[in-house]
C-alpha cells in the first residue's frame, strides 16, 4: 500500500523559507511521478512541483525559480524546499505519487495523498 506522510509546515513572514517532507513507502511502480500539491478552502488543489523516478522536475511557473523540490531515495524522502515565500504560498500542502514519470498534476492516478502539511506566510 502507497503511503505518504507531510510534515515540515509552519507559519512564517512573507520572504521567509520553509522545507516540506514527504515521508513515502510502498511505491513498487517500475517508474513513477511524485508531486507537492497545494490547496485552500473553496479553490481547486494545484500542482506545485513534480519529480520523476529518474529525476527530472517540473514546477508551477508561479514557484519557479523559489521552489526546489527533491528526493532521498535512500531515505525514502521527497522534500520542498521554498524560498521568498509570498502571502500567496498559504495552503494546505499534500504530496502524491502515481505510476509513470509523467508529471500532469491535473490527471488521474494520483495517490497516497496525506493529510497534508499547512503553510501560513504572513505579510
Known amino acids: 500500500e502507497v503511503q505518504l506522510v507531510e510534515s515540515g509546515g509552519n507559519s512564517v513572514q512573507s520572504g521567509g523559507s520553509l522545507r516540506l517532507s514527504c515521508a513515502f513507502s510502498g511505491v513498487t511502480f517500475s517508474s513513477w511521478c511524485m508531486g507537492w500539491f497545494r490547496q485552500t478552502p473553496g479553490n481547486k488543489r494545484e500542482g506545485v512541483a513534480g519529480?520523476?523516478?529518474?529525476?527530472?522536475?517540473n514546477y508551477a511557473n508561479s514557484v519557479k525559480g523559489r521552489f526546489t523540490i527533491s528526493q532521498d531515495t535512500d531515505k525514502n524522502i521527497m522534500y520542498l524546499e521554498m524560498n521568498s515565500l509570498e502571502p500567496e504560498d498559504t495552503a494546505m500542502y499534500y504530496c502524491a505519487v502515481k505510476p509513470g514519470t509523467y508529471w500532469s498534476p491535473d490527471g488521474g492516478g494520483w495517490r497516497g495523498w496525506g493529510q497534508g502539511t499547512q503553510v501560513t506566510v504572513s505579510s
Open positions: 519529480i520523476d523516478s529518474i529525476g527530472y522536475t
